[in-house]
């Protein structure tokens, strides 16, 4: 809660950084932001952290997933807030950041080419969801079968998370973030 207003009573009702940068605006969304990403960073990195395995192996990618998912469903399901959290986006940003930096970049270079494009953040997302398997399976290699496993989870799971935003898509419903002012403004 900022600013005395929770802004799942506003907007989308969602508690993520784009329902906030809509509600609050971008110098409290940005920080919400920040901090969902850094949380899943850190998560996935504390195995590596605490050597838990040998780098580069599959043990520590698979530990590094299991910690990233904690934090990512901590997020999705806030004991604190009546488990009525934000759609992870951000968190798992911050997960596969640790887990494969370069892959992630090329993610976030599609969720910008289609949020760029649309105006929609929610249609980037998920575009960017999806290419990370598609990336990984073609491009990358991991010695993790549980990340390959993963990737697709993650695909599916944007797509769940993100299914009211769909409707509202399909409905030409959804809000785009950065709206452009009428010629009356």
Same mark, same amino acid.
């Given at each position: ?7 799942? =009573? ?69 004991? $604190? ?20 930096? $370069? ?36 491009? $990358? ?31 030409? =419903? =959804? ?11």
């Amino acid at each position: 809660i900022f600013h005395k207003i929770d802004v799942r =009573e506003h907007g989308s009702g969602n508690a993520g950084a784009t329902n906030v940068i809509r509600i609050l605006g971008w110098k409290t969304g940005i920080p919400v932001l920040l901090i969902d990403v850094v949380k899943g960073f850190v998560a996935a990195s504390l195995p590596a952290f605490f050597n838990l395995a040998p780098p580069g192996t599959a043990l520590l990618t698979n530990l590094q997933i299991f910690a990233g998912l904690f934090a990512v469903t901590g997020h999705i399901f806030p004991v $604190f807030a009546g488990f009525r959290g934000g759609k992870g986006v951000a968190t798992i940003f911050g997960v596969l950041l640790a887990l494969h930096p $370069f892959l992630t970049v090329s993610c976030l270079g599609v969720f910008f080419l289609v949020f760029l494009a649309t105006g929609y953040v929610s249609l980037g997302s998920m575009s960017a969801g999806i290419a990370f398997p598609i990336f990984l399976f073609l491009f $990358f290699d991991t010695p993790s079968v549980f990340f390959k496993i993963f990737s697709v989870v993650v695909a599916v799971g944007l797509i769940i998370t993100h299914r009211k935003n769909i409707s509202r898509l399909l409905k030409g =419903e =959804e809000s785009k973030l950065i709206r452009k002012k009428s010629v009356k403004e």
